[in-house]
């Protein structure tokens, strides 16, 4: 089975940090992201921005809000 794996992007150097694996539900909640993984495990994250899914690579990429690549 392959889930989706979730990174939060750098917007000023773009390396992506891991932040879950085997996601099977992500939900907006007020301003948060609500990602659960198969084994019920619950991770909240604030203060990101939906940046991409790659459905090949089973990847969704979030960005910190505010930043984005020409910020310094």
Same mark, same amino acid.
């Given at each position: ?6 990174? $939060?992007? *750098?917007?000023?150097?773009? #390396? !992506? ?8 539900? /992500?939900? %907006? ?5 609500? $990602?659960? *993984?198969?084994?019920?495990? #619950? !991770? ?8 991409? /899914?790659? %459905? ?17």
């Amino acid at each position: 089975m392959c889930l989706l794996k979730v990174y $939060i992007e *750098d917007a000023r150097t773009g #390396e !992506k940090t891991f932040v879950s694996g085997n996601a099977a539900l /992500i939900s %907006a909640d007020g301003e948060a992201l609500r $990602i659960i *993984d198969v084994e019920g495990a #619950e !991770k909240i994250i604030s203060g990101v921005d939906f940046l991409m /899914i790659d %459905a090949l690579k089973s990847t969704i990429v979030l960005r910190v809000k505010g930043l984005s690549k020409t910020e310094s």
